[in-house]
């Protein structure tokens, strides 16, 4: 069966391509010799057992995967963990960049990269500093008429 993901045509019928075993073991753990942190033989040996596992099948959920393996791979679950807890959407990104538009205007094109980062900063966040302000209000207006009843 055919499957449209994004731009690709997948066929599911079709096994899952294998892992480049050759390519993860040097290019992507390369940083780790670069940063002149030991060589740990299990890790090697948690990766080589993982690289001859096959692949899992296009609509399983790695997530649950590497839960599941938690405890075999300690060291790639780990950072399994930190890469799927980035989120998959580019709303956020796209947000910025929409705010970006509006403050980098043309009338305002020789602003100052401070005062840019500054009000990129501001923007996004004045929506919820101004919620916190208002409870603030509100609460201060409720304990001010509170004490002053009980004055009276």
Aim: charge should be positive; proline fraction near 5%.
């Amino acid at each position: 069966m055919l499957c449209r993901k994004g731009k690709n045509v997948v066929n599911e019928d079709q096994p899952p391509p294998t892992k480049k075993c050759k390519y993860l073991k040097t290019k992507l753990f390369s940083y780790l010799e670069a940063e002149g942190s030991s060589s740990n033989g299990k890790d090697d040996d948690e990766v080589d057992h993982y690289m001859h596992l096959p692949c899992l099948k296009m609509k399983a959920n790695p997530l649950e995967f590497w839960l599941k393996e938690a405890q075999t791979y300690q060291f790639l679950s780990k950072i399994a963990e930190s890469t799927l807890g980035i989120p998959a959407s580019s709303a956020a990104a796209e947000r910025l960049f929409s705010i970006a538009g509006k403050v980098y205007c043309p009338e305002r094109c020789h602003l100052s990269d401070n005062k840019f980062e500054q009000l990129m900063f501001i923007r996004p966040n004045i929506s919820n500093f101004i919620n916190k302000v208002i409870s603030f209000l509100f609460i201060l207006n409720y304990v001010i008429f509170n004490v002053l009843s009980q004055i009276k």
